[in-house]
Antibody
């Protein structure tokens, strides 16, 4: 069965950096696009970034452009999110999510999430 | 990339039907048939209920159905059950490889 396991979250001071990882199993990781989606405490889902199956295409939401970078290593079945210049408003549970077989980058599976807290 | 508009809350009694709307514009919901719906219970990851506006993945009960008219998509839950009490989110492709979610709707089963 499809499994997505995120790691790398924690408490970090404003302005510092953090790298999240997501390991996929139960499917051919290199065949599917992958997203990062975040959810601030008590709030809704917010799309953050997406990367194509081969890493050739990547796109970020405006609020993280220039600070966050999505990447992947298909040899390790791993998706990454490098987060720099972190702000308190980046505090959230970060989910990695798999693109399904249909079009429009729609998500079919989600990880359990990793909590990032940005606070001094 | 503004969030899609969903009602903050809806409610219904067991056995009844409820419909949750998701309103966007011609650049997202109205422009593509790439609308999905997700169910999220407290402290859990979201789960896919509907994709491509109307399609259900295997394992999702037929009580869940989706539709779209113009810039508004809808999720209908028939025969409400206690375990349907959760938050529901719509998703739409928004062009240029970007995506957008709705603000979420809390469903209360009375």
């Amino acid at each position: 069965q499809v499994q997505l396991v995120e790691s790398g979250g924690g408490v970090v001071q404003p302005g510092r950096s953090l790298r999240l990882s997501c390991v996929g199993s139960g499917f051919t990781f290199s065949n599917y696009g992958m997203h990062w989606v975040r959810q601030a405490p008590g709030k809704g889902l917010e799309w953050v970034a997406v990367m194509s199956y081969d890493g050739s295409k990547k796109f970020h939401t405006d609020s993280v452009k220039g600070r966050f970078t999505i990447s992947r290593d298909n040899s390790r079945n791993t998706l990454y999110m490098q987060m720099n210049s972190l702000r308190p408003e980046d505090t959230a549970v970060y989910y990695c999510a798999k693109v399904g077989g249909s079009s429009g980058w729609q998500i079919d599976y989600w990880g359990q999430g990793t909590l990032v807290t940005v606070s001094s | 990339q503004s969030a899609l508009t969903q009602p903050r809350s809806v409610s219904g009694s067991p056995g009844q039907s409820v419909t949750i709307s998701c309103t966007g514009n011609s650049s997202d919901v109205g422009g593509y048939n790439y609308v999905s719906w997700y169910q999220q219970h407290p402290g859990k990851a979201p789960k896919l209920l509907i994709y491509d506006v109307i399609n259900r993945p295997s394992g999702v009960p037929g009580r869940f159905s989706g539709s779209k008219s113009g810039n508004t998509a809808s999720l209908t839950i028939s025969g409400l059950q206690a375990e349907d009490e959760a938050d529901y989110y719509c998703y739409s492709y928004a062009g240029s490889y970007t995506s957008v979610f709705g603000g979420g709707t809390k469903l209360t089963v009375l």
